[in-house]
């Protein structure tokens, strides 16, 4: 089935720092990718789409220059912390919409494993 | 008004026994997809099951199945036979439309434990 990875599985770094993550579709194409937030015990928060080749989509409230989301091809998608604080420390959750005709379900989300972040 | 509702924080079931998790959706949209996900402790997203709008029959997938009540807009998760491996957090999506670029919406959770 189709997979996605996430690079890294956790992180730990100092207040004022940027991290990177990245969200890589392995066996199929993804125009579209999602980036969630999930604390613990909570569900997932929709941070942003982010869409190939163009300007993600940030939902009300995320901070576009805090969060950089680029997409730069049809199987990665990064998503940057920019200055790190203790308070983006969270587990973030990137997934990606499966399409028909490339040996997966054409109605289902693909999940990566997450990232867990921890900033000191 | 919240797209998914999810009103069991917590469920507790039997080894072996069968347990009900509820959600509930919101929707103008005729169309739309409804999914359930299994949450480990290791925070990965496991697909358990989908259901279609326009589906005449509840979806089952294995011990999962999915009692779709259009009506009542409903789509609780059954699971049959539970296994202490089952002891995860479950989430209840929905998809309005069908385009592959749409968000989906999720639900706050309920925790499953499994009792041996």
């Known amino acids: 089935g189709a997979v996605v990875s996430q690079h890294p599985s956790w992180v730990i770094c100092k207040s004022g720092t940027s991290v990177k993550i990245e969200c890589r579709s392995l066996d199929f194409q993804a125009t579209t990718m999602f980036w969630y937030r999930q604390f613990p015990k909570q569900s997932l928060m929709l941070m942003a789409t982010?869409?190939?080749?163009?300007?993600?989509?940030?939902e009300q409230g995320v901070e576009k220059d805090k969060f950089l989301i680029n997409h730069a091809s049809l199987t990665l998608s990064t998503l940057t912390v920019t200055s790190a604080h203790p308070e983006d420390s969270s587990f973030y959750i990137c997934?990606?919409?499966?399409?028909?005709?490339?040996?997966?379900?054409?109605?289902?989300?693909?999940f990566g494993p997450g990232t867990r972040l921890t900033v000191t | 008004a919240q797209k998914i509702t999810q009103t069991q924080p917590g469920m507790f079931v039997q080894e072996k026994e069968a347990v009900t998790l509820d959600c509930t959706y919101d929707t103008s949209d005729p169309s739309y997809g409804l999914f359930w996900y299994k949450q480990p402790s290791s925070g990965e997203m496991i697909f358990l099951i989908y259901q279609g709008s326009y589906d005449q029959q509840n979806a089952t997938e294995g011990r999962y199945s999915l009692n779709f009540q259009k009506a009542r807009k409903s789509a609780n998760l059954v699971i049959s036979a539970s296994q202490l491996g089952d002891s995860a957090m479950y989430f209840c999506?929905?998809?309005?439309?069908?385009?592959?670029?749409?968000?989906?919406?999720f639900g706050t959770g309920t925790s499953l434990t499994v009792i041996p």
């Open positions: 982010s869409n190939e080749g163009s300007k993600a989509t940030y």
């Open positions: 997934s990606a919409p499966g399409v028909p005709g490339q040996g997966s379900l054409s109605y289902e989300q693909y």
């Open positions: 999506a929905m998809r309005e439309g069908w385009s592959q670029g749409n968000q989906f919406y």
